[in-house]
């Protein structure tokens, strides 16, 4: 779907057909943009016709894009973002294509984006005249919507990373390494993605292609200082990660080592019992023998005596170990 929204001297309109996008184009004085939401076949071919767009570029709109980039052309800019949104706890990224030529700005994205949105509604407000002064402060007033999406996503990790936390000490967490893991790829993945842009944003601070970007320049740079700020906070999340991770392992090791000590316990408790009992099994395996003279066989008593005999030494050990605290 191709939305078209353009100015021409104070006035601004918007719903223009695709066929008088050209003549508008044609007249330096005119502000174009234009927002391509995902595109079809035709309308990629009408792109390319329409403003002599690079092959490359015009493939790259059809398929995802892992890195952000900036690729300078003659007669205009074409550059590639993202946009990170939270979706089922998982922060999920979705590309943004620009084109930036000298009096127009075109915006490809496959999936709805809040910032185009948020553009289109100040343009029916009739709120936006000073916005469409030239196509690179279109650029930055979307772009400039792109952190704000981001800040949820990181209180969002902070309250799970609470909850972690919280699971660590209590030692409840069954599965918490795989979560800790789980939210420590993507912080790396969005650190990853933050400093591809910073760079994308840095190279358009400086590039001199398009001569009306220098008066917008202090804009792209209050940008690329909100993205540091965003890069910052991320690496600040991924120390307190860490953190929570060291924690982790240190109570694995502290269960571990009360488990092996309470297991060394129960092994000398199971000894000091048969070292007190090989005495007597001693004892009971010589009376046990078929002989007929034996000390103590014909006396009444000798049982009795044998009995009182084997707990004798039975209760010496006993005492003599609990003596030594060994038991």
């Known amino acids: 779907m191709i939305t078209t929204t353009a100015r021409s001297g104070e006035k601004l309109s918007s719903a223009i057909a695709s066929q008088d996008v050209a ?10 943009w234009i927002d391509v939401e995902s595109p079809t076949e035709n309308e990629l071919k009408w792109l390319e016709d329409t403003f002599q767009f690079h092959p490359l570029c015009i493939d790259d709109c ?10 300078e052309y003659d007669h205009f800019l074409f550059l590639v973002t993202h946009d990170t949104y939270m979706e089922d706890e998982l922060a999920v990224r979705h ?5 930036l ?50 800040f949820p996503i990181l209180n969002r990790w902070e309250e799970k990373m609470d909850m972690l936390e919280a699971r660590v000490f209590s030692n409840q967490g069954h599965h918490v390494l795989n979560d800790i893991m789980n939210l420590k790829r993507q ?9 591809m842009q910073q760079d994308v944003i840095s190279k358009l601070i400086h590039t001199d292609v398009i001569i009306e970007l220098k008066n917008s320049r202090f ?29 982790h392992y240190s109570s694995l090791t502290h269960r571990i080592g009360e488990n092996s000590h309470k297991v060394n316990l129960v092994m000398q408790r199971l000894t000091i019992i ?4 090989m005495p007597l099994s001693f004892m009971a395996g010589i009376y046990g023998m078929n002989f007929e003279e034996m000390p103590g066989t014909k006396n009444p008593n000798g049982f009795l005596i044998l009995i009182g005999f084997m707990l ?3 209760s010496l050990m006993y005492f003599s170990f609990r003596r030594k605290k060994i038991f």
């Not at 059809?62 to 690729?71: A, E, Q, V, W």
């Open 23 to 32: 003549a508008l184009i044609s007249g330096e004085q005119n502000t174009v």
């Open 62 to 71: 059809r398929t995802f894009s892992n890195s952000p980039k900036l690729d």
């Open 95 to 99: 590309e943004m294509d620009f084109f």
């Open 101 to 150: 030529g000298k009096n127009y700005l075109v915006s490809v994205h496959q999936k709805p984006s809040r910032s185009t949105k948020s553009l289109h509604s100040r343009c029916e407000a009739r709120a936006v005249l000073a916005v469409f002064r030239q196509p690179a402060i279109i650029l930055h007033a979307i772009l400039d919507e792109l952190p704000e999406d981001i």
């Open 187 to 195: 912080l790396a993945e969005l650190r990853r993605n933050l400093a």
């Open 219 to 247: 804009l792209f740079r209050d940008l690329h200082n909100q993205l540091i700020r965003l890069h910052d906070l991320i690496e600040n999340q991924r120390d307190a990660l860490g953190n929570i991770l060291e924690i």
């Open 274 to 277: 048969t070292t007190i009992f």
């Open 312 to 314: 004798f030494i039975a």
